[in-house]
C-alpha cells in the first residue's frame, strides 16, 4: 500500500469511531480559526480579534511541559474590559463532551522550513496526537530520532504555533505501531551514551500486542480511550519537568485496583515483575483513590526504612509534595486524622503501621484511631510477600473490618516456595499470596518483560573450576579461588568495569573473609606487577542491633543477617567498624557504625554512580564489587549493575530477587544480566524459571536465558559471511580499506546494517564469562582483532557521513538513508577513554625507534575506532604525526601539547569561517567563546553578529544557515561530549 492509501484508511477508521473529519484545515489559519471556535464554545464567550491574538500568545509556548501543564489546568486571562476569564481547553472530567476532529497533509510554513504532518487528532480544536505514516519498515528508535529531528528544524511548528500542545507521537507503516510521548528536547537522547528510550507498543490485557493500524486505533484511539489515556494515564514528573506515558500492564494494573475498589469487592494482588514500574503503577493507582469520597485514606505500605524513603522520593517525583516524610509513629498517626486532602494518600513502613495498631503501646496511638476503625481505607502494600506473613495483617484486619488491601510482588509465593504456616485446627498450612490477597488482579511476568525488552535476559555460567574435583549443587569453593576467578572474569563481564557487580555471599562472617581476601590478594597482585589495577571493593551488611529501632526494622527483611548477628555480635561489629574504616580511607568519607543508615544510603549511591563517565567521576570514586549477605538483593535497582556473582544458596523467589538486580535495560552495550555461580545451582534456576515464568512455563527457559556461547559464535560468523558475500556482490574484496569505495547510499547504508549486527554479536560475546580458549581462538579466526578495529573505524566514518546526510536532506534523503539508526553506543568503548589515550601517546614516544610496541598507526586506528572521538579524531592524528618515537614526551607534556596543539587548530578553523562569510574573525571567536562559556546557543547573537553585512532578512537567513553548516562540527568538537542548549534547531 502507498502511504496515501495507508493515510486514506486511518481517516475512514477513525470517522467510523465518531471523529469528524475536517478535509478543509490545511494550513495553520485554518487550525486557528477552529480552535478559536471551540474554545468559545466550551467556555461560553465571544472574544474580539484582539483578545484571540493576546490569548494565542499567552497560551503557545516552546515549552512541552508546560503547554501539557496548561492543557489539564483551570486558565486565568484578562479581558479587555480589565475581567478575568476562567477557561479550560477540555472537558476533563467528561471526555465524551469534548469535541474529536482528524485534519490530515496539514501544512506548517515558517520563513525557514515548510513541513507537512501525516494526520493530527485535535481535542476541542488543539492538536494532542500527531501520526506518522511510513511505507518502509521502522526503526523504533529511528522514527522517534526522525520526529525529535522534525522539532529541531529551525523555525518549525512545534514551537510557535497550537502543536505545542501535542502530548503524543504515534509511527506506524500499517503492520507496525510505536508511541511515545512528547517532550522537551534533554529528554531524548540520542548520542553514544543513549538510554533507554520510551517507546511503547500498545497491547490488550493478557500483554497480547496491538500493533497493526486499524485494530490499534480501534483500541488505543476509540474517543474516550485516548481521553483516558490522556488525563489519566500520562503522568507530568514535576521535579523533571517530564512527560510519562504509562505502559499497558500499569494501566490495566491501575484499572483493576480502581475498579474493584468502585465495587467495593475484596482485596487482590499484582504480579508484576521486579523491573516493571511498579512504583509509577501504585503510584497512580493512589492518587487516583484521592479524588474517591467513599475512601478515608489510601496508604501505601513497604517493609524497609530505605524502601519507605526511597518510595517517598519516587512518589514526590511524579507529583511534587504528595506524600510528606513520616519521621516517626507519631506523625503516621496524626496524619491518619488529618483531613488535610494533601493527607490522603500517606507512605509508611509495615513496622511504624504495626506500631500505631499495637494496643500494648505506651502512647496509646491505637485509641487514638479508633474514630476511624469503620472507615473505607485502602492499603497497596509494595513486595507484599515480605510484609505481609506476619501479625500486621491480621492486626490491620481486625482494627479496620471495612479496609480493602492490595499487594505488589514480582515474586508470588505459591504453595511451592512458601515458608510462613497459618494454623487452624490442628491443620498446618503454608500461607501464600492468594491465601491473603484472595485473588490475582493482573499479571505481567518476567517472560512478558523479557519479551518486550523491558528487562533483560540472564547469561548464567555455573563455574566449574580446573581439574576434576567439581563441587556438587549448593557445595562452595575456596574463597580463594573464587576471588581468583573473578579478578580474572570482572574486566569481561562488566565491559571493561563500565558495570558493576554483587558479590552475594551466605553468611555475615563469608562477608567479612571474602573483604579481606580481596584486600591481601589484590595487594599481592599488585606487588608481583605493577600494571595490575585494583578492584574498588566494598562491603554492606547489617550490624548488631543492640535495640537501635532503625537497624531493628531494616533486620525484618534480612534474615540470614538478623540470625548470625545473635551469634558473637561484638566481632561482627568489630569486622564491620574496620570495613568502614576502609571505605572512609577510600573513598574520603566519613561514617561511623553508630549512623549506619548513612553508610548504606552512601554505599548504594556510589553504586548507581557508576552511570557517569571517568572524566565526570573518576574511576577511583566508584565501587566495582559490593559484598552483601542479604541487602541490596531486593528492591536495589540500578541499570549500571550487570554481574551477580553468587557464593550463597539461593531458590525461588530470593533467587529470582537477586538475579534481578543485574537486568536493568540501558542501551546495546548491556545485552543481558550476568551472573556467574559458584555453587553450581543449575536445579535452582530452572526450577524458579519454570514457577515464575507464568503461562509460558515450556517455553520460558529459552526466553529467560540467553543462548550459549557456541551458537551466538555461528551467529557471528554467519553475519560475517554476510558482509563477506555482500562485499563481494559489490566486486570488493571485505576489508576494511576498501569501504571507501563502495559506491551510492544504497551500498553504504547496507554496510552499516550489515556491520552493526556483526559488532551487537562481538559486544555480546565480550561480556561471556564461560568463554572457552578454545572459543576465544574461534571468535579471533573469525574477525581478527585487528580487521574488526579496522572495521570499527570505517563504520564510524561512514556512518558520520551518513547521519550528515540524513539531518540537511531530511525527508528527501533516499528511504535507505533516511532508516539507518547508527547506534554509536555500541562503538564506545569503556577502557579507552582520553586519560588512556594520552597515556597511550605518551608510551608511544617513548619508545625506541625500530623496537616499538605500537606503530603510528595502530594508535591512529585505535582512537578511529571508537564513537567517543568521532569530532576529535582528525586533530588526535594530526598531533601524533607531529610527535616522534624515541623523543620520550611524559603524559603530562602530551596532554599540554595537544591541548595547544587543538586550540592552535580551532583557531585556524575559526579563522577560515570568519574569512569565507565576511565577519570579523574577533567577533566571530567572542561569539563561539560566549556559547562555551554558557553552554546555550543564543539565535539573537547570531543576527548581531552578521549585522554589519547588512542583508536583508531573506539573505541573511540564507548566511546565517551556511555560516551554522559550517560552524556546527567546530561547536561539537570544542563541547566534547556535553549538550549545547538551543544548538539542535540549527542542527538540520
Not at 551458537?711 to 553475519?719: E, G, P, R
Not at 565576511?918 to 560566549?930: C, N, Q, R, Y
Request: net charge negative.
Amino acid at each position: 500500500m502507498t502511504e496515501q492509501q495507508i493515510e486514506q484508511g486511518l481517516i475512514s477508521k477513525l470517522t467510523d469511531l465518531k471523529y469528524k473529519y475536517r478535509d478543509d484545515i490545511r494550513d495553520i489559519a485554518a487550525l486557528e480559526d477552529n480552535f478559536r471556535q471551540k474554545f468559545q464554545e466550551l467556555n461560553r464567550v465571544h472574544l474580539t480579534d484582539d483578545e484571540f491574538k493576546r490569548l494565542k500568545e499567552q497560551i503557545v509556548t516552546p515549552d512541552v511541559y508546560a503547554a501539557a501543564c496548561m492543557l489539564r489546568e483551570r486558565n486565568s486571562f484578562e479581558r479587555e474590559d480589565g475581567t478575568p476569564l476562567f477557561y479550560t481547553m477540555v472537558n476533563t472530567k467528561d471526555w465524551c463532551k469534548n469535541s474529536f476532529e482528524v485534519v490530515n497533509q496539514l501544512r506548517v510554513n515558517t520563513e525557514y522550513s515548510h513541513h507537512r504532518y501525516d494526520v493530527l487528532l485535535l481535542i476541542n480544536g488543539v492538536p494532542v496526537v500527531q501520526i506518522e505514516l511510513k511505507t518502509l519498515t521502522i526503526s523504533p528508535r529511528r522514527a522517534m530520532q526522525q520526529i525529535v529531528d522534525y522539532k529541531n528544524d529551525p523555525g518549525n511548528g512545534y514551537r510557535k504555533t497550537l502543536l505545542c500542545f501535542l502530548q503524543l507521537f504515534i509511527v506506524s507503516n500499517r503492520s507496525d505501531t510505536w508511541y511515545f510521548a512528547n517532550n522537551n528536547n534533554r529528554h531524548f537522547s540520542f548520542d553514544a551514551d543513549e538510554r533507554f528510550l520510551p517507546l511503547y507498543q500498545f497491547a490488550s490485557d493478557d500483554n497480547k500486542k496491538i500493533t497493526h493500524l486499524e485494530t490499534f486505533a480501534e483500541t488505543f484511539l476509540a474517543k474516550y480511550t485516548l481521553g483516558e489515556m490522556i488525563s489519566r494515564y500520562m503522568v507530568l514528573v514535576a521535579s523533571e519537568q517530564k512527560l510519562m506515558m504509562m505502559r499497558p500492564y500499569q494501566i490495566y494494573a491501575v484499572k483493576a485496583i480502581v475498579d474493584c475498589i468502585y465495587q467495593n469487592c475484596g482485596n487482590g494482588y499484582i504480579w508484576h515483575t521486579t523491573g516493571s514500574g511498579k512504583t509509577l503503577t501504585s503510584f497512580k493507582a493512589s492518587t487516583l483513590l484521592k479524588d474517591n469520597p467513599d475512601i478515608e485514606k489510601c496508604l501505601f505500605v513497604v517493609d524497609r526504612k530505605d524502601l519507605d524513603r526511597q518510595t517517598r522520593e519516587e512518589f514526590n517525583r511524579f507529583q511534587e509534595g504528595c506524600v510528606e516524610e513520616n519521621t516517626n509513629t507519631a506523625a503516621l498517626v496524626h496524619r491518619f486524622l488529618s483531613d488535610d486532602y494533601a493527607d490522603k494518600v500517606i507512605v509508611t513502613t509495615i513496622q511504624k503501621l504495626g506500631l500505631a495498631l499495637d494496643g500494648n503501646n505506651k502512647k496509646n496511638f491505637k485509641k487514638r484511631l479508633e474514630s476511624l476503625r469503620d472507615k473505607r481505607m485502602v492499603f497497596i502494600f509494595d513486595e507484599c510477600h515480605r510484609s505481609q506473613f506476619g501479625e500486621n495483617h491480621r492486626a490491620i484486619k481486625e482494627f479496620f473490618p471495612n479496609a480493602q488491601l492490595f499487594g505488589f510482588t514480582g515474586t508470588p509465593i505459591f504453595e511451592q516456595n512458601a515458608t510462613y504456616q497459618q494454623i487452624e485446627g490442628q491443620q498446618a498450612s503454608y500461607k501464600t499470596t492468594e491465601d491473603i490477597f484472595q485473588r490475582e488482579l493482573h499479571s505481567y511476568t518476567i517472560t512478558h518483560a523479557i519479551e518486550d525488552r523491558n528487562v533483560l535476559r540472564f547469561h548464567v555460567d555455573y563455574y566449574k573450576p580446573e581439574g576434576n574435583n567439581s563441587p556438587k549443587p549448593g557445595e562452595t569453593l575456596a574463597k580463594r579461588a573464587i576471588v581468583e576467578a573473578i579478578l580474572e572474569k570482572h574486566d569481561s563481564a562488566t565491559a571493561g568495569r563500565k558495570f558493576n557487580a554483587i558479590l552475594a555471599t551466605g553468611s555475615i562472617n563469608d562477608a567479612i573473609e571474602y573483604h579481606d581476601l580481596f584486600m591481601t590478594v589484590q595487594k599481592e597482585k599488585l606487588a608481583e606487577d605493577d600494571g595490575f589495577k585494583p578492584l574498588n571493593i566494598a562491603c554492606v551488611f547489617s550490624p548488631p542491633a543492640e535495640g537501635n529501632k532503625d537497624v531493628q526494622q531494616i533486620q525484618e527483611d534480612l534474615p540470614q543477617e538478623k540470625a548470625d548477628n545473635a551469634v558473637a555480635p561484638e566481632q561482627k561489629k568489630e569486622a564491620l567498624k574496620a570495613i568502614i574504616a576502609d571505605y572512609n580511607g577510600r573513598y574520603a568519607t566519613n561514617h561511623s557504625i553508630n549512623e549506619f543508615d548513612l553508610y548504606y544510603q552512601d554505599v548504594q549511591k556510589r553504586i548507581k554512580d557508576q552511570q557517569f563517565p571517568n572524566q565526570d567521576l573518576p574511576h577511583n570514586k566508584k565501587i566495582d564489587v559490593i559484598i552483601v549477605v542479604d541487602m541490596l538483593l531486593t528492591g536495589f535497582d540500578s541499570k549500571y549493575l550487570n554481574t551477580l556473582y553468587v557464593d550463597k544458596n539461593l531458590k525461588y523467589h530470593g533467587l529470582i530477587q537477586a538475579l534481578s538486580r543485574t537486568n536493568r535495560v540501558l542501551n546495546d552495550t548491556k545485552p543481558y544480566g550476568n551472573v556467574l555461580d559458584f555453587r553450581q545451582q543449575q536445579k535452582a534456576v530452572n526450577d524458579a524459571i519454570a514457577l515464575f515464568s507464568g503461562e509460558r512455563g515450556e517455553q520460558a527457559k529459552e526466553i529467560w536465558l540467553v543462548d550459549p556461547a557456541p551458537k551466538v559464535i555461528d551467529s557471528l560468523q554467519a553475519a560475517v559471511k554476510k558482509l563477506d558475500q555482500f562485499m563481494e556482490s559489490q566486486g570488493l574484496s571485505c576489508t576494511p580499506e576498501e569501504v571507501p569505495n563502495l559506491h551510492g547510499d544504497a551500498a553504504r547504508s547496507q554496510f552499516i546494517n550489515l556491520f552493526k549486527d556483526v559488532q551487537r554479536l562481538k559486544t555480546k560475546l565480550d561480556q561471556y564469562t564461560d568463554l572457552t580458549s578454545e572459543s576465544a581462538e574461534t571468535i579471533e579466526e573469525i574477525l581478527p582483532k585487528e580487521q574488526l578495529q579496522g572495521f570499527r573505524g570505517v563504520y564510524l566514518e561512514t556512518a558520520q557521513r551518513l547521519k550528515v546526510q540524513q539531518h540537511k536532506e531530511g525527508d528527501k534523503a533516499p528511504p535507505e538513508v533516511q532508516q539507518l539508526d547508527f547506534e554509536f553506543v555500541l562503538f564506545a568503548s569503556t577502557v579507552i577513554d582520553y586519560d588512556y589515550i594520552m597515556s597511550l601517546i605518551a608510551r608511544y614516544t617513548q619508545q625506541t625507534p625500530g623496537k616499538q610496541n605500537m606503530t603510528r598507526e595502530q594508535l591512529i586506528g585505535l582512537i578511529q575506532a571508537d564513537a567517543k572521538f568521532m569530532d576529535d579524531r582528525k586533530d588526535i592524528a594530526a598531533y601524533i604525526d607531529t610527535l616522534s618515537a624515541g623523543e620520550a614526551m611524559n603524559e603530562k607534556d602530551i596532554r599540554k601539547g595537544y591541548e595547544r596543539f587543538k586550540s592552535e587548530s580551532s583557531a585556524r578553523e575559526l579563522a577560515s569561517i570568519a574569512n569565507e562569510y565576511g565577519v570579523e574573525p574577533a567577533s566571530l571567536k567572542e561569539f563561539v567563546d560566549g556559547i562555551m562559556q554558557r553552554m546555550i546557543f543564543d539565535g539573537e547573537q547570531l543576527s548581531e553578529l552578521l549585522a554589519p553585512l547588512e542583508l536583508g532578512w531573506k539573505a541573511r537567513t540564507q548566511k546565517e544557515l551556511a555560516l551554522m553548516d559550517d560552524l556546527i562540527p567546530l561547536l561539537h568538537k570544542l563541547a566534547q561530549g556535553r549538550e549545547i542548549s538551543g544548538l539542535g534547531v540549527y542542527e538540520q
